[in-house]
């Protein structure tokens, strides 16, 4: 099986790929020539597919409500002019916030649920600054999320 590492990278081409319409899906990198999942004889079959897992992430960013425009944040408001290095800063934030007023809504929830919606607003108001390398760190980079991700059974489970 692909890593944590290459598996979110998949998944977010995917996202991108959706957002900004574009057909091709390069993100498949993770099936052979024959169609079928890369795994070892040992492993039993996965169910990995990164556009089916990006629109449940789409979805999980469309669930989030929040005016980023009128959230008081230094780092928000640098990755609205399009600062894009205060993106992992800002999201990990607004999660924080959005979690709190949200008792039965878990921080890593709230983290995946926003960067993707934070991604997609930057993206509608300056597209030349978003770019996948962004969010596939932002979420790779935090421990707690990649755990969560994990103990859902990796990202073919997550939001079943």
Known sequence: MATFELQTECV??????DLLGEDQHDCRSLETDFGGPVQSAEEPP????????????????????????RVSSDALAEVLKGKMEKFGAAVDFLSRIWSDQNPGLVYEKA?????????????????SMVHPSQLIQVINGNSQVRSYIEACGGWENLNN
């Open 12 to 17: 977010v081409e995917a996202l991108f790929s």
């Open 46 to 69: 996965t169910t990995f597919d990164p556009v089916i897992i990006a629109s449940r992430l789409r979805c999980m960013g469309d669930q989030c409500n929040m005016d980023f425009e």
């Open 111 to 127: 983290f995946l649920s926003i960067s993707v919606k934070l991604v997609m607003h930057v993206a509608k108001k300056i597209p």
